[in-house]
């Protein structure tokens, strides 16, 4: 059947079973949308900057497991794009983003909007496409679509000049995609299973330490019952969160640079450290040489290239993390019908006692106060009013970090955050391709007042496509993750970080059609709270919190996770460290 290319892009859409695009039009891209006219399968969400169509797209995938899909136009809506689809490649976000082109004969002419998009994305996707004939992109669609989503997931990028959107060709629709310099491995090697199995069963003090790759491949199930079999204590990462009940008597929360105190010494202590669907990440590892110095590593990925990149592994184990902890789970239960030596099941003992009392001991804590807000408390009546069970999505900086440590999630794809990029205004648009992918459920973005600044025109997205997000400002009056540093760090020498109450996030909710509240003393935070989460519209909820506040624990850069900062140095401690330099 021949068809011109535009309408070719939309069929193949749907026979992928894409369902919702985000996008912004342009005139490179303008015969897709005189084709999306009367084109029926297909919702098209209109966003206000490119970024947020990317952004919105890794929402979509996020939280449902599909491939997210954006299209914008040539030229600099490109170049606006290229930051989500580095977000995505960093968090192993499965997107594919259709950008428009300058026609053929023009492109190298530096035509009106022309950009080398190819070249510009090449390191920031898996992979990318320059469409040059009608013919091709039913089987380029195939093969992106396949790429994102097969693997470790990430975004894909088809490049389409406007004269090939425009002529006909005949629609060619590969049934099966076979690309031979692409076989990602799934499938363990049973042997190094069976070495990992024994190992796990005979070590003294073993952790499991999980990323956002179990979440990729579903594999919270086997996780759960791997932990739960082996009764090994489990931490996750920024990414991972959600894999793993937070509740669960062996969750051992977040580790890292703002991780738990309890997760970082049990990864420090422990004999046999099992990394599943992780990247070691500095943020996770701090000071790499002091990290986990005494434990046998195993290490589970489906991307051969993150095995052994940061922290060398003594058994490595390439494959889909929800296979190969299915295969796991069965090698365990095989060498848990040896006898196990009494040396281990006493010392199994002994470090689950050592890590009750490090949790214990060492608990997440805040100082109350009476007059001020203090954000952690806003997070915790958050999850506690919504159970645990809304999808959470965050911008970048401290409001981040105390979402991740004080809302207990229950359940996997529930968590959006920029892990890897750190991208401030990323929770906003996020948010609407969540709230998009699950049309009647609650979806609450925690921003804060810098991070939702730089997306928060997509307020007019929420209220024009009926998305109804409601998003909780933790509003300090700057930039606080770079203030705690200046504080810390850079002997409380503050600079450019003031953001003194502009604009009013009241009014601007109302500007833009939108419900918009404001607290300033912890007595009005659940009220507002309540009426928010009862509030059928999008809302932004201004919370005016204590500017001084710091996230804790913290991990100084260079430091070990050992080095853990648990609370801001005190005045007087501050001038003892002042005679020591000075000798006064």
Not at 51 to 69: D, F, L, N, P, Q
Not at 214 to 222: G, L, P, Q, Y
Not at 501 to 515: F, H, M, Q, R, T
Not at 563 to 575: A, G, N, Q, V, Y
Request: hydrophobic fraction near 40%; charge should be neutral.
């Amino acid at each position: 059947m021949r068809m011109s290319g535009a309408r070719m892009v939309l069929e193949c859409l749907k026979r992928e079973g894409v369902d919702t695009i985000f996008g912004l039009p342009g005139g490179a891209v303008l015969p897709i949308y005189d084709v999306l006219y009367d084109f029926e399968g297909l919702r098209h969400i209109l966003v206000r900057q490119e970024a947020a169509a990317g952004h919105a797209a890794e929402g979509y995938s996020r939280t449902t497991g599909k491939i997210g899909v954006c299209l914008v136009t040539s030229g600099p809506a490109a170049t606006n794009l290229v930051t989500a689809l580095q977000d995505a490649m960093m968090d192993s976000i499965p997107i594919v983003a259709f950008t428009g082109q300058v026609p053929t004969h023009l492109i190298g002419n530096d035509a009106f909007q022309e950009a080398d998009n190819v070249g510009i994305t090449r390191p920031c996707t898996k992979h990318n496409f320059l469409v040059k004939d009608g013919k091709d992109i039913g089987p380029i669609i195939r093969e992106a679509f396949h790429i994102a989503s097969t693997g470790r997931p990430g975004p894909v990028h088809i490049d389409l000049p406007k004269d090939v959107l425009v002529k006909e060709a005949e629609m060619i629709w590969p049934e099966r995609v076979h690309l031979r310099s692409y076989n990602p491995t799934v499938d363990g090697h049973p042997g190094q299973i069976k070495r990992a199995a024994k190992s796990i069963v005979r070590a003294k003090r073993p952790v499991l330490y999980v990323g956002g790759g179990v979440i990729s491949a579903d594999a919270h199930a086997e996780l759960r019952e791997l932990a739960e079999l082996t009764q090994v204590p489990l931490t996750q990462t920024l990414m991972g969160l959600g894999a793993f009940p937070m509740a669960h008597p062996l969750s051992l929360d977040m580790l890292g640079m703002h991780g738990s105190y309890y997760a970082n010494m049990a990864v420090h202590h422990s004999d046999r450290l099992v990394a599943v669907g992780a990247r070691f990440d500095d943020r996770v590892t701090g000071r790499v040489d002091a990290f986990a110095p005494n434990a046998e590593i195993i290490h589970i990925d489906v991307d051969p290239s993150s095995i052994s990149k940061n922290i060398k592994v003594d058994v490595p184990i390439v494959g889909d993390c929800r296979r190969v902890l299915a295969k796991l789970v069965e090698a365990v239960r095989e060498e848990l019908k040896q006898e196990v030596p009494a040396a281990v099941r006493e010392a199994r003992q002994q470090w689950a006692q050592q890590v009750a009392e490090w949790k214990r001991d060492f608990p997440l804590r805040y100082d109350w106060s009476d007059d001020v807000i203090k954000p952690q408390y806003v997070i915790q009546e958050l999850s506690n009013l919504t159970n645990g069970e809304a999808f959470i999505v965050t911008g970048v900086g401290q409001h981040q970090m105390w979402a991740a440590q004080y809302y207990r999630f229950k359940h996997p794809r529930r968590w959006c955050t920029s892990g890897g990029l750190g991208t401030m205004g990323y929770g906003l648009p996020t948010a609407m391709g969540v709230q998009a992918a699950h049309p009647g459920k609650l979806v609450v973005n925690v921003d804060g007042d810098g991070s939702f600044q730089m997306n928060s025109q997509e307020m007019a997205t929420c209220f024009t496509e009926n998305l109804p997000v409601k998003t909780i400002i933790i509003n300090n009056s700057g930039h606080g993750m770079v203030r705690q540093w200046q504080r810390i760090i850079y002997k409380e020498r503050y600079c450019a970080i003031d953001l003194p109450g502009i604009p009013d996030w009241v009014k601007l909710a109302e500007a833009y059609g939108c419900v918009g509240l404001r607290v300033t003393k912890p007595s009005e935070v659940v009220p507002a709270l309540e009426k928010m989460l009862a509030t059928p519209a999008p809302v932004i909820l201004d919370v005016c919190v204590d500017k001084d506040e710091c996230v804790f624990p913290m991990v100084p850069a260079g430091g070990a996770n050992t080095d853990m900062i648990l609370s801001p140095p005190s005045r007087e401690k501050k001038e003892q460290a002042a005679r020591a330099q000075t000798g006064f």
